[in-house]
């Protein structure tokens, strides 16, 4: 697909590196993450500084070419949607049978190098966490992304299990899928980002 043009940077971008907006039935200006709404479509670096000046300048009315309505809080309403879009990704890898669970197991296919994702619950136990970031340091192969982001609750309702503290998920297509959520939804985050890429 071509580069498209932000509308409030005016720089060109792959639409991998935009977000999408268009104007609903309604009037009211609502982000398309897939790029697949009908309609003329307004595209907005994906950062959320750029999102929130875009809702600053009412630069959403003039590229739509009409008045819209746009709500006070649209960078955050994007920020939830990527965030909820990245566990989504990781509960359909669940279901492809690619992610493994458990500290004993995680850290053992870490150290294999057989992982693409490892995830550490944010309020999980310090010393775990610590262990898992040296066996994600260990893997043999290109390590994996050592994200730590979400809490125990997020990654058990993604997952389908109670609370899940360390969850990895295994090298391939789906693993592709959320690295792609996960870089979207850590980009758009101002100041950090949710995982830490081992050196």
Not at 67 to 82: S, Y
Not at 178 to 198: H, I
């Given at each position: 697909m071509?580069?498209?043009r932000?509308?409030?940077?005016?720089?060109?971008?792959?639409?991998?590196?935009?977000?999408?907006?268009?104007?609903?039935?309604?009037?009211?200006?609502?982000?398309?993450?897939?790029?697949?709404?009908?309609?003329?479509?307004?595209?907005?670096?994906?950062?959320?500084?750029?999102?929130?000046?875009?809702v600053?300048?009412?630069?959403?009315?003039?590229?739509?070419?009409?008045?819209?309505?746009?709500?006070?809080d649209l960078a955050?309403?994007?920020?939830?949607?990527?965030?909820?879009?990245?566990?989504?990704?990781?509960?359909?890898?669940?279901?492809?049978?690619?992610?493994?669970?458990?500290?004993?197991?995680?850290?053992?296919?870490a150290?294999?190098?057989?992982?693409?994702v490892?995830?550490?619950a944010?309020?999980?136990?310090?010393?775990?966490?610590?262990k898992?970031?040296?066996?994600?340091?260990?893997?043999?192969r290109?390590?994996?992304?050592?994200?730590?982001?979400?809490?125990?609750?997020?990654l058990?309702l993604?997952?389908?299990?109670?609370?899940?503290?360390?969850?990895?998920?295994?090298?391939?297509?789906?693993?592709?899928?959320?690295?792609?959520?996960?870089?979207?939804?850590?980009?758009?985050?101002?100041?950090?980002?949710?995982?830490?890429?081992a050196?």
């Amino acid at each position: 697909m071509n580069d498209r043009r932000c509308i409030v940077t005016r720089q060109s971008r792959p639409p991998g590196e935009l977000i999408r907006f268009v104007a609903g039935p309604d009037g009211a200006v609502v982000p398309d993450l897939r790029a697949r709404l009908p309609g003329r479509g307004a595209w907005v670096t994906a950062q959320r500084q750029t999102v929130e000046r875009a809702v600053r300048s009412n630069a959403f009315s003039r590229a739509l070419k009409r008045d819209v309505a746009v709500a006070r809080d649209l960078a955050e309403m994007v920020e939830h949607l990527l965030r909820e879009r990245t566990l989504a990704a990781l509960g359909l890898a669940a279901r492809a049978g690619a992610v493994v669970t458990g500290f004993t197991k995680v850290d053992r296919a870490a150290r294999r190098g057989d992982l693409a994702v490892v995830l550490t619950a944010s309020d999980g136990a310090a010393d775990g966490r610590r262990k898992i970031a040296a066996a994600v340091s260990a893997a043999p192969r290109a390590r994996p992304t050592h994200v730590s982001g979400f809490s125990a609750a997020e990654l058990g309702l993604a997952l389908g299990r109670p609370n899940v503290v360390h969850a990895g998920v295994v090298a391939g297509r789906v693993a592709a899928s959320l690295e792609t959520a996960l870089t979207r939804y850590e980009t758009y985050r101002p100041g950090g980002t949710t995982s830490v890429r081992a050196a």
